[in-house]
């Protein structure tokens, strides 16, 4: 049910492309929401990164709008699927131990 904005990849892959990957292990930014008939509901900004609000559970970026890195998958492992609710939060807190977080100001999802 989660789609990418049209020309999402063409934003993303010159700012990725600047990236030193092996550092910033994660991209995320804003996401629309829309109805059935795609129009558009409402826009959920990106709220800045914070490390400790990530880590306290008073932030967590939009699933659909986040984007990582292969070194990320090596380094990191894959998502513990056994979470159920909570499988994205936990891997985004693992990511924030051993890269950076960068929000990009740009709706993705």
Known sequence: DDTYKP???EKLAPIAG???LGKTGMIYGSVD???AHDK???NKPAWP???KKLRRGRFNPIQPSVFFSKAVIEKVGLIDE???YVMDYDYFVRISRQFRILRVPDTFG
């Open 7 to 9: 020309g999402c990849f």
């Open 18 to 20: 600047k990236l030193d």
């Open 33 to 35: 929401y829309i109805d």
């Open 40 to 42: 558009l509901l409402y």
């Open 49 to 51: 990164y914070d490390s």
């Open 82 to 84: 056994t979470l159920n």
